[in-house]
DNA sequence: GTTGAGCGTT
């Protein structure tokens, strides 16, 4: 039977009623959540005038002498700090204008192992509704992987969330931005790319959601379910305003970025990141299993799978039209091979029996998610593997610039599709695309954080 | 049945 108890997080403040739990008890998750950062409580006993703990385990407080009576409860914090009145608000808010920020997905770092979704749910939407929350489980055992995801409705919640720490079932939990996130803003450009695709995601699906964000001219999702897709905006600002957030379709929370992700992972000129052949090969024929309705042909989009774009001009197409001038290839940084270069010149020149790609035939289709595997970059040289998903002729070339291409090669570098433009927009030539490796130079800038350790649970937990 | 820096099978 639920009761509630009142708890004060001080001597003198005005108590706060908590709910129990069926079994009598009280979740940690309950306590911190209206007390954050709260891991106990304690009473004064009335016979002794001390103070005296509330049992705790498993992530229950446990009622003295089975009742919890009509006293008043303290919250007990780990230093003697870091409580906090229901009247006074520890988060400074960072009232900024930034009321219009979306939301992204949260990562939360050094779950308890025993912290349930509930448990999540349960402490953090002290800061706001909550959209998503998921723990992280070994699917086998079920057991938790120790960290988890939310999602806030409100980017008010969210900069309230991530101003803190977390003490979560006993432990303290950091919040962070996925990292998945990096490298957000960048590549303007009307085609994004959507990670954490969901297989019954359908194209329609696709184009439905996004069209509230604008006119929605393509959509591509790739044929053996890769679990991303492509999605192209008649407005590049509208492709650009989305690229680094998270949107969740069908209830799945799925990534947005622009179309070549990895362009910014190099500097100094370099156009390291992904490697794209790409021409505008956006010719879109019926048959495809692109949606395609209202689209204007005259968007070439051409140069895809380029990256690192020199100024921020759109100007797609034109000044790449088949430009292999190896200056726009940062080769140097990339340690490209002699059999990689020669195929994507081949490839450019029309040549060079990649006939599967499709391109000696048709004159302006493009190949689409054309691959190009070389071994390791630099490495075993002349093992490039062509791994063209779609051949159809005809096929619309949805130039897929250098997304996810494999996951099990270390390092690959691919190619992007090749194709020649809707308007005559040549082929451009970029190299990289490392999907899986280079992730290390990443150095999360958030908000400052409170370095990156967990201060083990005090004893009695986990 | 253990563990404690990290980054999301679906």
Known sequence: M???????????????????????????????????????????NPDSGTMRGIRLSDGRLYPPDNDWGKQVFVSVFPKAEGKSTPASDPVPKPVKSSSRQKCSDLIVLGLPWKSTEDDLRNYFSQFGDL????????????????????????????????????????????????????????????????????????????????????????????????????????????????????????????????????????????????????????????????????YSPNYSQGSWGHVARPGSSSNPGSSYGNNLGLGNLGLGALQLNHAMLAAAQAVLSGQGGWGPLGLTNQGGAGMQQGVVQGGQAGGQGGQAVIQPSMTGPGGSGASNGDQPVSNTTPAPATFGSVGNGTSGAGGFLGWGGTQASDTTTHSPSQMAGWGSTHSKAPTGWN
């Open 2 to 44: 639920i009761h509630y108890i009142k708890v004060v997080a001080e001597d003198g403040d005005e108590p706060l009623e908590l709910p129990t739990e069926e079994d009598g008890t009280i979740l940690l998750t309950t306590l911190s959540a209206q007390f954050p950062g709260s891991c106990g409580l304690k009473y004064r």
């Open 131 to 294: 959209l998503m929350v998921q723990v992280k489980k070994d699917p086998k055992t079920g057991q938790s992987k120790g960290f988890g995801f939310v999602r806030f409705a409100e980017y008010e919640s969210q900069m309230k969330c991530m101003a803190q720490r977390h003490m979560i079932d006993g432990r303290w939990c950091d919040v962070r931005i996925p990292n998945s996130k990096e490298g957000a803003q960048q590549m303007m450009n009307r085609k994004v790319f959507v990670g954490r695709c969901t297989e019954d995601m359908t194209a329609e699906d696709l184009r439905a959601y996004f069209t509230k964000f604008g006119e929605v001219v393509d959509v591509f999702i790739p044929k053996p379910f890769r679990a991303f897709a492509f999605v192209s905006f008649a407005d590049p600002d509208i492709a650009q305003s989305l690229c680094g957030e998270d949107h969740i379709i069908k209830g799945a929370s799925v990534h947005i970025s622009g179309a070549a992700p990895k362009s910014n992972e190099k500097q100094g000129g370099g156009y390291g990141g992904g490697m794209g052949v790409g021409g505008g090969g956006d010719r879109r024929l019926a048959g495809s299993n692109h949606s395609h309705l209202g």
